[in-house]
């Protein structure tokens, strides 16, 4: 392979990552890298209203119909930037994410990622770990919580 093939091979590797993602994601730092979740900031103004609080998760038992309905997304919209084991693809690996993070925080970096990059050190540290920043899945309230309900099975 000559030079300028390699050249060429490591360009198309490269946009096919970030856009894979959607073109820029965020995503934390290797597994073991995110720390204890924060207390969080105040978040004012327009993307306040928009964030998950404790009080609108309710966890239970594993809904296994919920958790197929979330993995069913993961498989189209999540699983190029993220493994369900401890691995980091682009993004880090979701296996024992639930634990290191509460579920309010994991719905709002899938729902409200830009309010989260703005206010959320964490969130803030994660985007200078990986660099490259999460996309906007565009999923709604009910598919966030389909695909945290799949994360808790992991």
């Given amino acids: 392979m000559t030079i300028k093939h390699v050249n060429t091979?490591?360009?198309?590797?490269?946009?096919?990552?970030?856009?894979?993602?959607?073109?820029?994601?965020?995503?934390?730092?290797?597994?073991?890298?995110?720390g204890p979740v924060p207390s969080g900031g105040a978040v004012t103004g327009k993307s306040a209203a928009n964030l998950i609080t404790a009080a609108d998760i309710t966890l239970g038992d594993i809904d296994r119909a919920m958790a197929?309905?979330?993995?069913?997304?993961?498989?189209?919209?999540?699983?190029?930037?993220?493994?369900?084991?401890?691995?980091?693809?682009?993004g880090p690996g979701w296996k024992?994410?639930?634990?290191?993070?509460?579920?309010?925080?994991i719905m709002n970096m899938m729902l409200n990622i830009d309010a989260m990059l703005e206010t959320?050190?964490?969130?803030?540290?994660?985007?200078?770990?990986?660099?490259?920043?999460?996309?906007?899945?565009?999923?709604?309230?009910?598919?966030?919580r389909e695909v945290l309900e799949f994360m808790r099975t992991l």
């Fill in 96 to 105: 024992g994410v639930t634990e290191r993070r509460k579920p309010e925080w």
């Fill in 9 to 34: 091979l490591v360009t198309i590797i490269a946009i096919v990552t970030v856009t894979a993602c959607g073109g820029s994601g965020v995503a934390s730092g290797p597994p073991g890298t995110e």
């Fill in 120 to 144: 959320d050190p964490e969130a803030q540290k994660a985007l200078e770990e990986c660099l490259v920043r999460m996309p906007n899945q565009g999923l709604s309230k009910d598919e966030g």
């Fill in 68 to 90: 197929g309905k979330g993995q069913a997304i993961y498989d189209v919209k999540c699983q190029a930037c993220h493994s369900t084991g401890p691995n980091r693809v682009v």
